[in-house]
């Protein structure tokens, strides 16, 4: 099993940031991308952000390239979701992801899933 912890969700204003944290523990190896996806009040979860974990390549959705970073630290087994230049439209809950197919942003193709954390965005 792989278990996935997300933090540093919180409320922020609009222009502002946070940083997001997911933990990975458990059997780190049945995994080797991660990712970010998100879902509002009433909307289908979305794809955010993706990393090969092994040579860190990563993929963006259009609407957050160039305001969101996603990295990791592979000493930790952590991945992280830098947003910047925050939106009301940003406000979700935010989840991380693990799986095994590169550059997907389908969720299933994610087989572990972390509990998510919520980002609130006021206008």
């Known amino acids: 099993q792989v278990q996935l912890v997300e933090s540093g969700g919180g409320l922020v204003q609009a222009g502002g940031s946070l940083r997001l944290s997911c933990a990975a523990s458990?059997?780190?190896?049945?995994?080797?991308?991660m990712a970010w996806f998100r879902q509002a009040a009433g909307k289908e979860r979305e794809f955010v952000a993706g990393a090969y974990w092994s040579y860190g390549k990563t993929w963006y959705a259009d609407s957050v390239k160039g305001r969101f970073t996603i990295s990791r630290d592979m000493a930790k087994n952590e991945i992280y979701l830098q947003m910047n230049s925050l939106k009301p439209d940003d406000a979700a809950v935010y989840y991380c992801a693990a799986g095994t197919r590169d550059g997907s942003r389908w969720a299933t193709d994610y087989a572990y899933w972390g509990q998510g954390t919520q980002v609130t965005v006021s206008s």
């Open positions: 458990g059997r780190t190896f049945s995994w080797n991308v």
